[in-house]
């Protein structure tokens, strides 16, 4: 996820989240990454995720979803819930929401897998704004339930209502955010980057991607 945006963007206010701090360290270290190189692969400076992973600053969703990929796990890995056995069924009613700076998400896939997915609510206003512009291996789909969302693709912005989808090659510079008062949601999908496939774009995985 990551052409670097400015330092006040990379994480949210205000929300708390108690376990994520060792759960980032935990990660990190179990993908054999120094700070600094986990910090190019996010597109952060190794401060600010020094930061992060001592509980000095909260990360917000597009953050977690940002190192989440950076480190081949999921969002709810790095907030601690307890993953499941693989099953191909994921119920409504263990669709638990989640909040992380102003993003909230609902798991609609199971752990363990090479893609995750999400149903996301992104809010309205300048919360919405601030998520990075990233840049990363892999794809992204994207499917409009309800609201609209501006979705930049590069120099291309692209206005999208309820039905509209978008997939594209997450190598593309890319951002979203809500274009309606109510915010938007949608169903979300991206392959983690130490698929497979990611590994053969990123070589030993010592350097980020710009």
């Given at each position: 996820m990551s052409a670097s945006a400015p330092e006040s963007s990379e994480g949210g206010e205000g929300v708390e989240l108690p376990h994520v701090s060792p759960k980032l360290r935990e990660h990190r270290r179990h993908s054999g990454l120094t700070l600094e190189a986990a910090a190019s692969r996010a597109g952060l400076s190794p401060a600010h995720l020094s930061r992060l992973e001592t509980g000095?600053?909260?990360?917000?969703?597009?953050?977690?979803?940002?190192?989440?990929?950076?480190?081949?796990?999921?969002?709810?890995?790095?907030?601690?819930?307890v993953p499941e056995a693989l099953d191909p069924i994921v119920r409504a009613d263990r669709m638990e929401p989640q909040e992380a700076g102003g993003w909230t998400y609902w798991r609609a896939g199971g752990s363990g897998r090479a893609m995750q997915a999400l149903r996301l609510h992104v809010p309205a206003g300048p919360r919405s704004q601030e998520g990075l512009v990233r840049v990363h291996p892999g794809e992204e789909w994207l499917y409009v339930l309800r609201g609209r969302l501006r979705l930049a693709l590069g120099e291309a912005v692209h206005l999208l209502g309820p039905g509209d989808a978008a997939h594209f090659d997450s190598l593309t510079p890319h951002r979203i955010a809500a274009a309606?008062?109510?915010?938007?949601?949608?169903?979300?999908?991206?392959?983690?980057?130490?698929?497979?496939?990611?590994a053969l774009c990123l070589g030993d995985g010592t350097t980020g991607v710009h």
């Amino acid at each position: 996820m990551s052409a670097s945006a400015p330092e006040s963007s990379e994480g949210g206010e205000g929300v708390e989240l108690p376990h994520v701090s060792p759960k980032l360290r935990e990660h990190r270290r179990h993908s054999g990454l120094t700070l600094e190189a986990a910090a190019s692969r996010a597109g952060l400076s190794p401060a600010h995720l020094s930061r992060l992973e001592t509980g000095r600053r909260t990360p917000s969703l597009p953050m977690l979803l940002t190192l989440a990929r950076a480190y081949g796990t999921t969002v709810s890995d790095l907030l601690g819930e307890v993953p499941e056995a693989l099953d191909p069924i994921v119920r409504a009613d263990r669709m638990e929401p989640q909040e992380a700076g102003g993003w909230t998400y609902w798991r609609a896939g199971g752990s363990g897998r090479a893609m995750q997915a999400l149903r996301l609510h992104v809010p309205a206003g300048p919360r919405s704004q601030e998520g990075l512009v990233r840049v990363h291996p892999g794809e992204e789909w994207l499917y409009v339930l309800r609201g609209r969302l501006r979705l930049a693709l590069g120099e291309a912005v692209h206005l999208l209502g309820p039905g509209d989808a978008a997939h594209f090659d997450s190598l593309t510079p890319h951002r979203i955010a809500a274009a309606s008062s109510g915010g938007a949601d949608l169903l979300f999908l991206h392959t983690l980057m130490q698929s497979g496939a990611a590994a053969l774009c990123l070589g030993d995985g010592t350097t980020g991607v710009h």
